[in-house]
């Protein structure tokens, strides 16, 4: 404690009615009179304390009214209305009121139970409290932001001496300079390398530090605050956590009591109505379900649900369909208002808590006493729905449609908080998704189709099935429909597997004792089909007829578009300049005959005069036919492309046409490998309701991603056709990164099979997919702040584009982790290299290049635009590392 906090608690204890003098408080802490009278002085200008008039001056503590505001801190505020985070506020106080400058401090606790809000606060304790200054430094950094790049990591903490590693141009400082005498709150700290928890340790100990490359040690009076979701046992070395003597555990809000988290619930829709400076009624019923619903996302999810409540009510408002911001029960999305259905085993707790004979509470700035400051970003929902209803009306649009519009828009503004999705799911069995009683329903299901069809299930298949009937009774018991568009092509086309369906069906109907439509028996046969038939049947595809004149034109140009392919799907006529037209008609009536299906064909020909063939093709077989001239390779490629992903006749006839104009448009101007688009993560399962939305749970709750970055999205697979069609436009829109399934797909994205991901056989991959894409997007943020002689994000981009153009001539895909390898050798190589620097040596270089010829020369002759822009000469050794990149990727 510092000399001002020192004689103020000492005032606080010893005065009495008439206040002590500073002569008295200098003998009794032995301290100069004449430092005592100049801190109490200080004090009386804060308004913390008062003097009297009189001589000699006696100083006094303000009323007891006053000093209960004076003393009491945001931190003791939380501890006052949370009774469960007593012992962790208790501990927290502790640590920051330890001499001389408080103890580092460890926070556990789930996703979303407030530990950075915690580490903030603990902050703002320690200034009130007089051990810091209130200008002091409170820095937070998320250790996971660098996690792929441990050096980085450890630079960004500590600083780097110019020249430690490639990139390091100059004298950087490091948080831990940054925050002198102040706070640094890393999160996610297990995402430390164990080098830097080493140096960090060693900080701890010492309060000295060496930045990397460096050999000089400096000093800085820090006091460290960590936080992790992970078990310290584990994910952090015994020499680091030796160093931390305080350890403070935030409970999830399952833990908390009622009473707690209808305090939070109500500061939420208080701190709502401070921003929208209205007063929020909401219904009792609202309150219960608020109070009762699973929230896996813990207090972070809680607030979100608020606001989303709030903003659609403020939405409705606007728009007159209301009078006030109003939430009743009726406009609570699903998964909070199955809060409701806890009727019984919560009636008592609720009537206790929110009585029986209100039925709205009512929420207002009013309410709130010295509200703070809301930040401009919390504020930006409704900022959104005001600036867009004008937009609209200025439109002429209904308010009926407004709302509609907003409403998307508000669901789109929380959608990184709120997945929607309501079962908390074990991370290692599936049972506990189910139930005893469900699971037991499952098995007698099970049972029977393997003695009927004398088979087994595989794991994967009986994990999709039991999602998939979970989600059955869901639907029945909410009363939503349920219709299967190709129920009379399956029951034609599987008879056995429908009628044994039927009868799992009674099943399933005894079980929950209601009804269920047929249709259903058309989703339970698919699961019934072996693997590899699921989709017989329904897979109609566009067929690419291709028609050149000359001896082998046609075939020459199919054959390369199939084998780059790899499909034989392209059909090519040849058509010698001594051969008829009406010869090649009747070839290409008998190939429409046996090979084309009711979604018609395209035909690519070299000559105007033969695009009349495909009026001929429509007219007599009644499909579908389109045809386009003057075709290259190029345009044969695209359409055998598209045919393959299942687009559509028009789709692709519309996309081949613009094949010529989009080569002009974007020519010289290739996009980065990552572009600015978003990652797609797809989970997809037969109806796109059950599996695809449990697996989806799995993933939000078991990996750590940058939902700005990624999104996961839920699809249905029934339709192959219309699977590829819809997966095709969400990768023109954005990458995808990877696809669950219950099911293998032909698609060419890396496939994951949803047994092993629901028994978590396959999360460190995917993890370790999702960690590689997230540094490779942030790549230019990566250069920009590393590379001081050159633009990092422009250098970004045209590496990116070498990096393309060397692909397609080597006929080869660069994986995620060698781009991000590579992608930093390079710019770091043409830094230098722009610098004068010396190039280093390759070592067997001869060798290499000699067994390796061929890509070497390509890699040379390709990159002449990145070389001829920079002013730089690639020489044979660099060469070679870029070499040495691809040959071992």
């Known amino acids: 404690m510092n000399n001002k906090t020192t004689i103020y608690n000492k005032l606080l204890e010893m005065s009495d009615e008439n206040g002590m003098s500073a002569q008295t408080l200098s003998l009794i802490l032995g301290m100069s009179r004449s430092n005592v009278s100049h801190e109490l002085n200080k004090l009386c200008k804060e308004g913390r304390i008062g003097k009297s008039t009189g001589r000699p001056v006696h100083f006094y503590p303000l009323s007891a009214q006053n000093l209960e505001k004076e003393k009491l801190s945001e931190l003791d505020a939380l501890i006052r209305n949370n009774t469960s985070l007593k012992q962790a506020g208790e501990q927290a106080k502790a640590a920051i009121l330890y001499p001389p400058k408080g103890i580092s401090t460890l926070i556990l606790g789930d996703t979303g139970v407030g530990k950075s809000m915690f580490a903030t606060l603990m902050y703002y304790y320690a200034v009130d409290m007089g051990i810091l200054a209130k200008n002091s430094p409170f820095i937070i950094f998320n250790c996971a932001d660098y996690s792929n790049n441990p050096q980085l990591l450890v630079s960004h903490l500590f600083g780097v001496k110019k020249g430690t590693f490639t990139g390091a141009d100059t004298d950087k400082s490091g948080l831990i300079e940054q925050a002198d005498g102040g706070v640094l709150f890393l999160d996610e700290v297990h995402r430390l390398p164990p080098e830097g928890q080493e140096a960090l340790f060693t900080f701890m100990d010492t309060d000295t530090f060496r930045r990397m490359g460096d050999s000089s040690i400096r000093k800085s009076n820090v006091l460290i605050i960590t936080a992790t979701t992970e078990e310290p046992s584990s994910a952090l070395l015994k020499t680091f956590t030796r160093r931390i003597p305080m350890t403070i555990q935030i409970p999830s809000l399952k833990e908390r009591s009622f009473e707690e988290r209808l305090q939070l ?4 829709f208080k701190s709502e109505s401070i921003k929208l400076s209205r007063e929020i009624c909401v219904s ?7 109070l009762s619903y699973d929230c896996p996302g ?11 409540l709030c903003a659609k009510a403020y939405s409705e408002l606007l728009t007159n369909i209301r009078s006030d911001v109003r939430i009743n029960s009726r406009s609570l999305p699903l998964y909070i208002r199955e809060g ?5 085993e919560h009636r008592m707790l609720w009537n206790k808590l929110t009585g029986e004979e209100i039925e709205y509470f009512k929420f207002s700035s009013a309410t709130v006493e010295n509200p703070r400051p809301q930040e401009t970003e919390d504020n930006s929902i409704y900022e959104i729905i005001e600036k867009k209803l004008g937009n609209l009306k200025s439109k002429g649009i209904s308010n009926i449609d407004i709302e509609h519009i907003l409403e998307k828009d508000i669901s789109k503004h929380f959608q990184k908080h709120i997945d929607g999705i309501n079962d908390e799911i074990n991370k290692t069995e599936i049972l506990n998704l189910l139930g005893e009683e469900v699971l037991n329903c499952v098995d007698e299901v099970i049972s029977y189709l393997s003695d009927t069809l ?3 299930f595989s794991n994967n298949l009986y994990t999709a099935l039991a999602l998939h009937i979970n989600t059955l009774f869901r639907r029945v018991n909410s009363g939503k429909s349920i219709y299967n568009p190709h129920l009379s092509k399956l029951k034609e086309l599987y008879p056995r597997e429908f009628d044994i369906a039927l009868k799992a069906k009674t099943i399933l109907e005894n079980f929950i004792h209601r009804s269920i439509p047929d249709d259903e028996a058309g989703f339970l046969t ?7 038939r699921v989709h017989e049947g329904l897979d109609d595809k566009v067929r690419i007829i291709l028609i050149a004149h000359g001896d082998s034109t046609s075939t020459s140009m199919a054959n390369v578009a199939n084998r780059l392919l790899g499909e034989n799907y392209t059909i090519a006529i040849d058509m010698p300049l001594d051969v008829s037209p009406a010869f090649v008609l009747d070839q290409l009536r008998e190939i429409v005959r046996k090979e084309i299906t009711s979604s018609g064909c395209l035909l690519l020909v070299d000559m105007g005069s033969l695009t009349t063939f495909a009026d001929v093709i429509a007219n007599e077989f009644h499909i579908p036919a389109k045809a386009i001239t003057l075709v290259s390779t190029l345009h044969v490629l695209e359409a055998t492309r598209k045919a393959l992903l299942g687009f559509s006749l028009d789709e692709i006839h519309k996309d081949v046409l613009l094949v010529n104009s989009y080569l002009d448009s974007t020519r010289g101007t290739v996009q980065p490998l990552s572009g600015n688009k978003k990652i797609a993560i797809i989970s997809t399962c037969l109806t796109g309701e059950g599996g695809s939305i449990a697996v989806k749970s799995i993933l939000n709750n078991s990996l750590k991603y940058d939902k700005d970055l990624f999104e996961i999205i839920t699809l249905n697979s029934l339709d192959k056709n219309y699977f590829r ?6 990768q023109e829109e954005r990458d995808v990164l990877f696809i669950v399934s219950s099911f293998p797909l032909d698609v060419e994205v890396r496939q994951y099979n949803m047994y092993d991901v629901i028994s978590m056989k396959v999360m460190g991959e995917l993890q370790e997919s999702i960690d590689i894409k997230s540094t490779l997007v942030k790549m230019p943020m990566i250069l920009k702040e590393n590379i001081d002689n050159l633009d990092g994000a422009e250098l970004y981009k045209d590496i990116c584009h070498s990096l393309k153009i060397l692909e397609e001539r080597l006929a080869i895909g660069l994986k995620d982790s060698t781009l991000v390898g590579l992608i930093l050798h390079m710019a770091f190589m043409i830094s230098r290299m722009k610098k004068g620097e010396k190039s280093v040596e390759y070592p067997d270089r001869e060798d290499a290049i000699q067994n390796n010829l061929q890509i ?5 002759e390709n990159l002449t635009t990145l070389t001829e822009k920079y002013s730089i000469t690639l020489t044979r050794d660099e060469t070679c590392f870029i070499l040495d990149y691809l040959l071992h990727q």
């Not at 009792?284 to 608020?290: C, E, P």
Request: hydrophobic share 40%.
């Open 265 to 268: 619930i109500k500061d939420f």
């Open 284 to 290: 009792s019923n609202t309150i219960r379900a608020l």
């Open 298 to 308: 813990n207090i972070g999810q809680l607030k979100s649900d608020i606001q989303l």
């Open 340 to 344: 409701l259905l806890k009727e019984k």
């Open 454 to 456: 004398n088979r087994t």
């Open 526 to 532: 698919i699961f019934l089909l072996p693997e590899e």
């Open 725 to 730: 069609q819809t997966l095709n436009k969400i």
């Open 856 to 860: 070497f020369n390509t890699i040379s």
